[in-house]
């Protein structure tokens, strides 16, 4: 198995996360509902397929590690996904944050990194599993944000919304620290120290304060929906950048 | 509330404003020094030429002492007050979260001011180092099974080559010795990711290495030789923190 299996299973993968946003936008709701599971088989197919070919899960490199991405932001999407059709409306805008995040492994080199050595170190695969999984977690918190801006939206159904939002906020804080505390115990048996003065340290600083940020609004920005919401999605924006471009 | 914000924005913008500095060319190496000796060492080195990390590092200073008076006055006023009037877990678990966090911090700073670091340190076969309070490091021998060429490319392309069918990292290993006043403290082995330990003293092997002149046969090793008073205490702690805000989200999680 080579890796154009990889290749032709993300092009599977892309095909029906973009039918699945085009059920949304033709509201064909019902059609979504049994639509998202064949994406979910083969973004999860992804992963296997990278084990397969690659012999590690995916680590580092952004064409399997996005996938992988995807495929947890599908199987939270379905968590909240279900035949109330209101519930259904309020989740179905992250369609085009999953078809945004498939889009985006184009920009990259379409091959699984080498089975470096380090690669069946069990801090290592998770210091990278859990980062992956935060990462997806905060995606799936700024859809909701920004899925609480629809119009016509009941005060409290939008209520829920937020207070999803800020869970996931929150989880994914939690699993970003595990994936640190793994990164952190990695390098010292590698090294002999927790952490280094780097680019990487600083940024990985940076994404576990930003995710802080919706926590510590100070109390003016609280009385407004849209002020505290705007100021709790803006870092997860930039975290979701930051693990795109810069990372 | 407001000044823990700012606070928060101003520390995000210095860690950017390090990336930025760490990224350059002219500042890498002196992060690079920074990482490779304890903080409070590479100070007294670099007192004497004003850098601009060194200036980004006294800000780095100012900003986390201005959030630790923060919290010190914010968990008085209101989450000690919270906590004891409400009497809930949930102002306990934000009351206890926010002390770990503290307490990481200053293992943090523990472990840039005590103890020693020295880094980088290669030796070949029969070669000794010589450190602190009268110790000494011997590279006894070096057992290696694979491909030597490899150790004699660049860092980047050794990488490339070092993959899980080429390079057997359980099976390579160094013999090393640690003295004291030229009486041996402790022998034994070290492995890549499997450091050699004598009460806090750890011994790791960065990676195998072939000198670029001469003709060796065995490789040497790099080694990086640490003394943290607080690995233990800030690995345990930092689990504790991990716990306690996972529970505080387990607690939280329904809306009230």
């Known amino acids: ?247 | 509330m407001r000044f823990a914000f700012w606070l928060l924005i101003t520390i995000i913008i210095w860690f950017f404003m390090g990336v930025i500095l760490a990224k350059s060319d002219t500042y890498y190496n002196d992060f690079k020094s920074m990482s490779n000796m304890l903080t409070i060492d590479w100070l007294e080195n670099e007192a004497i030429n004003i850098s601009l990390v060194l200036i980004w590092f006294l800000g780095l200073c100012l900003i986390a002492f201005l959030l630790a008076i923060n919290f010190i006055f914010c968990s008085w006023n209101n989450l000690l007050k919270i906590s004891l009037n409400r009497k809930n877990i949930r102002a306990f678990l934000l009351l206890s979260l926010h002390f770990m966090f503290v307490i990481i911090m200053a293992f943090h700073l523990g472990a840039m001011i005590f103890g020693f670091k020295y880094s980088d340190i290669e030796l070949m076969p029969g070669d000794s180092y010589s450190f602190e309070n009268q110790y000494s490091v011997k590279l006894d021998s070096v057992h290696y099974t694979d491909d030597t060429s490899v150790l004699k490319l660049k860092f980047k392309e050794m990488r490339d080559h070092q993959t899980k069918d080429k390079f057997h990292y359980q099976d390579n290993y160094a013999r090393i010795s640690l003295y004291q006043n030229e009486e041996l403290l402790e022998d034994g082995i070290m492995k890549m990711l499997m450091p050699f330990h004598y009460e806090n003293i750890r011994i790791s092997m960065i990676q195998f290495y072939l000198p670029k002149k001469g003709n060796f046969q065995t490789p040497g090793v790099k080694i990086n030789i640490v003394k943290d008073l607080f690995a233990e205490a800030f690995f345990i702690s930092y689990a504790i923190e991990i716990v306690l805000l996972l529970s505080f989200v387990i607690f939280t999680w329904r809306k009230r």
Do not use: C
């Open chain 1, 1 to 247: 198995m080579d890796t154009t299996v990889l290749i032709i299973n993300y092009f599977i993968s892309l095909a029906l996360i973009f039918m699945n946003a085009l059920f949304v936008v033709l509201r064909k709701y019902s059609v979504l509902k049994w639509f998202k599971y064949p994406a979910l088989i083969s973004s999860g197919a992804s992963i296997v397929l990278t084990f397969l070919v690659a012999g590690h899960l995916p680590i580092y490199n952004k064409f399997t590690s996005l996938q992988e991405v995807v495929f947890i932001l599908i199987v939270l999407t379905s968590i909240y996904t279900n035949t109330n059709k209101v519930k259904v409306q309020n989740i179905n805008t992250m369609w085009f944050f999953i078809l945004f995040v498939q889009l985006y492994v184009i920009t990259q080199q379409m091959e699984p990194n080498n089975n470096y050595y380090m690669y069946d170190n069990l801090f290592v695969v998770l210091f990278f599993q859990f980062r992956l999984i935060s990462m997806a977690m905060f995606i799936f918190a700024l859809g909701n944000y920004i899925g609480a801006f629809k119009k016509h939206l009941h005060q409290d159904r939008r209520a829920d919304i937020l207070h999803r939002a800020r869970n996931y906020t929150l989880l994914g804080a939690v699993v970003y620290l595990a994936g640190e505390f793994s990164g952190s115990f990695w390098l010292y048996l590698w090294y002999g120290d927790s952490w280094h003065w780097s680019k990487g340290f600083f940024l990985a600083s940076i994404m576990f304060l930003l995710s802080m940020i919706s926590g510590h609004l100070p109390p003016r920005y609280l009385s407004g929906w849209k002020i505290k919401t705007i100021l709790s999605s803006s870092p997860l924006m930039l975290i979701t950048l930051i693990y795109l471009i810069a990372h």
